[in-house]
């Protein structure tokens, strides 16, 4: 089970990139990254997901180095709405259903 | 595409009434999941089915906690007694089995549960 690490909270201002980086040095050769947001009172949300490389989709990007121990997930001029908790998952195998504590991110005006 | 819908979205109860959630997974979502969340313990996976088979339900904290999935189209969660320490969110969520093992969850909105 390939353990992730992600910071617990971040602040941001309005306008600004945020990068959530997320540490998973076990990661397996089958393994993908998947990153989901849940906002209070709803169930988490899939965001984005990826192998390798660099992924971009109409909310974010996902920046994954060469050895896949880590990624970031990019959220370009977040806005008050973005305020929410991001998860990274890593697996492919059933693993990659384990939820860790998350990183909450708070937008300030 | 209606989403997973969850029932109740509110339970209050009293300790060791029996309750009872339920969930509809999306359609053609082959596998189903039942989580809970609580500020102290964050998002547990609690068991989850393929094709209504239960996979894995080493989450379940102990034998007051049950799930079924009787079709494909229908789950419960099942708590008898149920207890204060059970109050929780409880999420289900789905996915499609046959697009590979790395496609993402699609989450209910839950059911709250406070067990006075």
């Known amino acids: ?109 | 595409d209606a989403g997973v819908i969850q029932s109740p979205r509110h339970e209050v109860t009293e300790m060791g009434q029996e309750v009872t959630l339920r969930c509809k997974p999306i359609s053609g979502h082959n596998s189903l999941f039942w989580y809970r969340q609580t500020m102290m313990r964050g998002l547990e996976l609690l068991i989850y089915f393929n094709n209504n088979v239960p996979i894995d339900d080493s989450g379940m904290p102990e034998d007051r906690f049950s799930a079924k999935m009787p079709n494909a189209s229908f789950s419960t969660l099942k708590i008898q007694p149920s207890e204060p320490r059970d109050s929780a969110v409880y999420f289900c969520a789905s996915r499609p089995l046959g697009r590979g093992n790395n496609s993402p969850l699609h989450f209910g909105n839950g059911t709250r549960l406070t067990v006075t």
């Open chain 1, 1 to 109: 089970l390939a353990k992730t690490t992600q910071p617990i909270s971040m602040d941001s201002y309005e306008g600004q990139e945020v990068n959530i980086t997320c540490s998973h040095n076990n990661i397996a050769t089958n393994d993908y990254i998947t990153w989901y947001q849940q906002f209070p009172s709803q169930g988490p949300r899939f965001i984005i997901q990826g192998y390798k490389t660099k992924v971009t989709n109409e909310v974010a990007s996902l920046f994954i180095p060469a050895d896949r121990k880590s990624s970031t997930l990019s959220l370009p001029r977040v806005s008050l709405s973005d305020t929410a908790v991001y998860y990274c998952l890593v697996g492919a195998t059933g693993n990659q259903f384990y939820f860790g504590t998350g990183t909450s991110l708070t937008v300030i005006p």
